[in-house]
């Protein structure tokens, strides 16, 4: 097909980065590629033009070694979060009651002191019921029906460290639990809890018996379902840091947890061990990464 | 290069059925690509690694939801767009942290060091006065580059860097042939003059 046989450089301008970019047919392309020789203006803007290409090419940046792995792992993780609903929101008070009622002959006027700061929205200020106090949380094999015994008790500060008087079906065998409640081991603000060996974020006592901070604890308060391989599980998570986890097959486990909102990490801790999750909190979804391999929720 | 289109469809298939292999090739297909398009949006390699992050988890959660109405390539370039635009927005709702440049300043990409550096090497035995010439000119094209609009930057890296044909441009950017022609045209012309200007080509 012969069209025109030569082609103006006015032409050759609006059509130049299409030739450079391959975009034009063959013909067309042959009648620039003619001008082109013959036109050293045009020689000049098609030479210019390439340079920018070339040169724009060259900025290239090749992506950082990390991001392949970074995608990988962060969409492994996603898979295997867990993702805990919440059901009903209990109080804070009920929390305490219970409790209460495990923790016989433990201080009980201070306990009952406790419970008498409590307003009717249990769940707006938390329970500290003790002033200073960490709240530690043991959980113990029961022999027989294969259900964790749990004890709950309190360092107080003014030195009432009750370990004798637990709950009366506590197992004689595993015990070795040593929390101190001299007052030179509770750092300011932060208090060590021995069996967990971490610090536990003990509410700020202040004068009406609301705590300062807790905010996250009182946030993940409430009764929690998590739909696993033959049932549900249920995770009822205190503001004071206790918790009460029933697995499908109806096995209790009871302990206390820690939850940074910060580093978005909560860890259970249990007769076995602990296990961390990387966690993020909207209303009504909980959802628990596994920082490593398996752990109470499956 | 890329794949053709089947291929990288059978692949967002089996990513969707839950294949990490298959999404993993998917990730080394594009990788480059959408990190070239976030890094020109967001000028900085922190933010450009997270923006890249953040797109590949997005396509690998709605991987489902691809139903073959664009090309792969158009999908995963939108999401890139759409990523790195919500993080403009997030970092213009924080005034202290502007990154704005102004044309006579120097230049544009900065890390936390300033200037971002990354250069590919040009080789084993490559004499070090060409190379250092060569780094020179990088960053001098770079610095060029990033004084253009976002649009043209855009269209520069689909094409100049990514190769990407008039239709694919089209197609990924939503745009009629006619306008990626022209806004190709302006975005060199614009990019060749400040270059001269500057006596790089």
Redesign the interface.
Known sequence: MESESKISCERIG?II??YI?G?LDSDAAALVARHICECADCRKLYN??K???R??????????E???P???C???R?RSAFRLIKIKKISAFAGVAAAAVVCLGIGMTALLTGLEKFGADGDKSAPPLLEGSCRLAEAMDNNSSGLMNFRRHYSMSDGMAEKENYDADRNESGDGLKFTTDPDAINGGEETCPSCTVGHEAPAASPDGTAATASIYSRLAGDWTLPAENGMIHLTLRQDGGYSLTDSYGIVTEGCYNASEEAMVFIFYHPNGEDGYYFTLTDDNLIMTPISGAGLLR | MLPDNETLVALMKRAAAGSEAAFSDIVRYFEKTVYNLSMQAVRNREDALDVSQEVFLKLWRTAGSYRGECSVNSWIIRITRNTSLDLLRRRSARPTESLTLRADDGCGERGEEGAEREIPSGGVEEDPVASYERRERIEAVRCAISELGEEHREIIVLRDIEGMSYAEIGEALGLEAGTVKSRLYRARNTLKEILQKRNII
């Open positions: 609006s980065i299409e970019d975009e210019d033009m340079a920018v290409c040169a724009a090419g060259d900025c290239a940046y090749d992506p950082p990390a991001l392949r970074g995608v990988m962060a969409l492994r996603e």
